[in-house]
């Protein structure tokens, strides 16, 4: 399943998350996703979206086109993303299929039904609730289950953002696909933190960018340029439940990420 009933933990769910903040401002996404043609333009889903804008943090780590003393580098293009073709040729991806629906600056996919190994992440700290998840499910691919099998390694690393009817974050998950060899009978996890959960066929809207910025206000800005896609298409996503994705190694080569929405057909 690509939803989850809701599950409030008893310390820290009603607060800010400490260093992304993207998810509290989701309602503001929503409601003001209102169509901007100087925004959107009719390039395709790898030209337009990933032009750079001003307002970085002076000396950000990884500003795309910017070095650390702020000033504007010369010759240094705004950052592509790096191809799914490439990435899925290099290592396995979960299995998708490219739907004939896209618009500016999304394109819209069918995953397809498979086994995932899941765990929570501690949004009362994200920095080292993220850690702590990827090292688990980490874990898990190299031997932390009940067969001691090496599991290799797929992309994309989901994270799953639920949210409340205030558009609060009520809980998180991390999630890597289980990769083929291991589909059919995938091998228990002995961390009762880690748990392996079918998920059905979901239609999905990716909008997906290049470089190494990952602070919550770029995050806030591709989400929402995903709403204006799609509300210039009248697609009304699943509103309680935002997702990241990271299809490559971070700060290794050229990058690809992605923000999500969930078709509400598929909740």
């Known amino acids: 399943k ?3 009933e809701k599950t409030r933990r008893e310390t820290g769910l009603e607060k800010k998350m400490e260093e992304e903040d993207w998810a509290d401002n989701n309602k503001d996404w929503a409601d003001n996703a209102v169509v901007d043609d100087d925004d959107l333009k009719d ?8 032009k750079s804008y001003k307002g970085y943090r002076k000396g950000y ?18 950052a592509k993303p790096k191809p799914l073709s490439e990435i899925c040729a290099e290592i396995e991806c979960a299995p998708f299929e490219k739907l004939n629906i896209s618009g500016c600056g999304f ?7 498979a086994n995932w190994t899941v765990t929570s992440i501690d949004t009362s700290n994200m920095r080292r609730g993220y850690q702590e998840a990827f090292w688990r499910l980490f874990k898990y691919i190299q031997g932390a289950n009940d067969r001691g099998a090496k599991i290799a390694m797929t992309a994309p690393v989901i994270n799953r953002w639920f949210l409340d009817e205030n ?22 996890p002995t961390d009762d933190k880690v ?6 066929d979901a239609i999905t809207y990716d909008r997906a960018f290049g470089g190494n ?7 806030k800005k591709q989400f929402t340029m995903l709403w204006k896609g799609l509300a210039k298409e009248k697609i009304t996503p699943y509103p309680k439940m935002s997702i990241t994705a990271g299809y490559t190694r971070p700060g290794w080569g050229r990058q ?11 909740m």
């Open 43 to 50: 390039d395709d889903n790898e030209v337009d979206q990933y």
């Open 213 to 219: 910025r990952d602070d919550p206000e770029y995050y």
């Open 195 to 200: 748990f392996v959960e079918p998920w059905d």
């Open 167 to 188: 558009f609060q974050i009520e809980g998180a998950q991390m999630a890597f696909y289980i990769s083929s060899a291991f589909q059919a009978n995938p091998p228990t």
């Open 107 to 113: 394109e819209a996919r069918r995953v397809l039904s």
């Open 256 to 266: 690809r990420k992605e923000v999500m929405l969930v078709d509400d057909g598929s």
């Open 61 to 78: 780590r990884g500003k795309h086109g910017y070095g650390l003393d702020g000033k504007k580098k010369k010759g240094n293009c705004p």
């Open 2 to 4: 690509w939803s989850r």
